[in-house]
């Protein structure tokens, strides 16, 4: 449910995202529409109505309540309705959505806390997605990018995704974006007080849906 409400917030940050729309039309099983002339918040409630899917129902009620006589951008009031919405499910089901609200909201807060300029959606998930909005500090586990962990050390790191095309990224061709890479790869493995766990997966699902092949980094490699 959160994550599918995650997938709406960023086809409205981005109107040209066609790639979450496919996802989240996915999701709901329903047809990805093939044009948005009443815009991209009435396209998601047109798929919502067509499928009769609760979880979509919820979902573009979650993100009308950001809208409502709102002056400022606000999320809690939406993740108020993902929750009222568990409230009537199974345990499992409900404590899934209670908990990943719960760190919706931290994240939510920590944005507002250091945000310097104007509020907006597009600057939030960008914040969330660099790991900005995550409290390294907290006690638990912190999910961090290499580059929102530079300065910090834990005892433990697990650096997972260590295939080509991931790290180094794919996108990396010039000698420039090579070498930025490999100062990267040196943050991550460096950020462990005693014990670093290095891992790639055999096949990854990609965004479009099909499977591929994964072959191990060549950063691998060189620390071995």
Known sequence: MVEEFQLALRVLANPK????????????????????????????????????????????EALDTMSAGQARLDLMPALKR???????????????????TVVFRHEWDQYLRAASG????????????????????????????????????????FLAGM????????????????????????????RSKRLLYLSYPATRVMPWGGTRRQARSRFLANLS
């Not at 996802?23 to 047809?31: E, P, S, V």
């Not at 070498?179 to 460096?190: D, G, L, Y």
């Open 17 to 60: 995202d066609r790639l979450h729309m496919s996802a989240l039309a996915k999701k709901w099983k329903a047809a990805e529409p093939s044009s948005t002339p009443d815009g991209y918040l009435q396209s998601l409630r047109a798929i919502a109505q067509a499928t009769q899917s609760r979880n979509a129902v919820t979902v573009c």
């Open 82 to 100: 993902l929750e009222d919405h568990a409230d009537n499910l199974d345990e499992p089901d409900r404590l899934a959505i209670y908990e990943d």
């Open 118 to 157: 104007s509020i907006s959606l597009t600057a939030f998930l960008s914040s969330k997605a660099l790991g900005n909005t995550q409290k390294a500090a907290r006690e638990g586990v912190a999910l961090l990018t290499v580059h929102s962990s530079k300065g910090l050390e834990f005892d433990v790191v």
């Open 163 to 190: 295939a080509e095309g991931t790290f180094p990224d794919w996108r990396a061709s010039g000698a420039k974006e090579q070498a930025e890479e490999v100062r990267n790869a040196f943050v991550a493995v460096t």
